[in-house]
């Protein structure tokens, strides 16, 4: 029996006539991650860096998105080879691996994500869900076709380096960070200053110039658009539990007490009657 791969973020990029429109996976949870998946949107995007994700929960997220037309990409928590091994093999096609600002971090990412000669990448495919246990025939030989590797460009340093970035030969997309890149330039928490806004569209125009993708986070709406229009070729505009908490403020300040009129022993019952 023979098993074939989905294509990769790499893959849908290329065939796009527009942008991929993504969100967040941050909870952990499968079943966020299902609902999320069966939108409509493009891509997920599992976060491993801030987000108490484990390999098994990952792997669990990564069944359940599978069911459905949307591109899952993991973004790992370092650059670390053996991270990058274990999230490979668990059968992640598509990484996005944070705080990159040098070529030469770029180039090792590509290394560790790589078979030999090219990489140094640990082989245990045939054991793995990432060859579907010895049933995608020619994954050792075609590996590189089955994996796009996307580095985040979130930092002043990163900016000032991000030609010599996207010239690393394995590096398929860049994808902006725009909270630590403010961070990094001395206005935190400002992500919509002109100075990041600037910086932010200058990766996009060096990443044109050589015909590379580029992406954005951006929850902004007023910004996203910005972005879009600046040419972003993939975007993330909202997360699983930002969508949660903002909507369960909403029903509180839509539905609390004060609103429906009772007291606070009343409503207290009330809720209990549910």
Known sequence: MTSSLPPTLADRLRESRGVLVGMWVCSGSPVMAEICAGSGLDWIL??????PQSLSEMQVQLQA??????????????DDPVTLKQVLDLGVQNVIVPMVSTAEQALR??????YPPRGIRGIGSALARS????????????????????????????????????????IDAVFVGPSDLAASMGLIGRQSHPDVVASVKSVFEAAKSVGKPVGVNAFDPTL????VDAGADFILVGSDVTLVA??????????????????EASGSSNAASY
């Open 46 to 51: 599992i976060d491993a860096e801030h987000s």
């Open 109 to 114: 990412i590509v290394e560790a994500t790589s």
């Open 224 to 227: 996203a658009r910005e972005y």
């Open 131 to 170: 060859g579907r246990w010895g049933r995608v025939g020619d994954y050792l030989q075609n590996a590189n076709d089955y994996v796009s590797v996307t580095v985040q460009i979130e930092t002043a340093e990163a900016v000032g380096n991000i030609e010599q970035i996207l010239a690393v030969d394995g």
């Open 246 to 263: 903002r909507g369960s403020e909403a029903l509180a300040d839509r539905f609390g007490n004060e609103q429906l009129g009772g007291s």
């Open 65 to 78: 998105i599978a069911a459905y037309p949307v591109v899952p990409a993991v973004r790992v928590a370092s």
